[in-house]
């Protein structure tokens, strides 16, 4: 058995910060990249940033300059430190990674709320 496990969300206001983490457990051999998604209500699933093994980073130009992503292969963990947050950031946040299980595929957390008030 495999699981992405998020947390860290919640509710915070405009301009405060949160730090999302996702753990990857179980029978995992390697991870690729990882990543954060979010889809916001009646809006698809979009892509905020990702990390690949070697740390090179990708962001959506809707946070750059304000998020964060990192990532500690040691222990299968991402992490995303939001900053500067805008109600426009509320949405569920999903963890995504690409592991090697028995075979490569794409694994999906279930999500954390993220609400910024106004």
């Known amino acids: 058995q495999v699981s992405l496990v998020e947390s860290g969300g919640g509710l915070v206001q405009a301009g405060g910060s949160l730090r999302l983490s996702c753990v990857a457990s179980?029978?995992?051999?390697?991870?690729?990249?990882m990543a954060w998604h979010r889809q916001a209500p009646g809006k698809q699933r979009e892509l905020v940033a990702d990390?690949?093994?070697?740390?090179?980073?990708n962001y959506a130009d809707s946070v750059k300059g304000r998020f964060t992503i990192s990532r500690d292969n040691n222990k299968n963990t991402v992490y995303l430190q939001m900053n500067s947050l805008k109600p426009e950031d509320t949405a569920v946040y999903y963890c995504?990674?690409?592991?090697?299980?028995?075979?490569?595929?794409?694994?999906w957390g279930q999500g954390t709320q993220v609400t910024v008030s106004s």
């Open positions: 990390i690949t093994r070697t740390g090179i980073t």
């Open positions: 995504n990674a690409n592991m090697l299980v028995t075979v490569w595929g794409d694994y």
């Open positions: 179980g029978s995992i051999f390697k991870i690729r990249a």
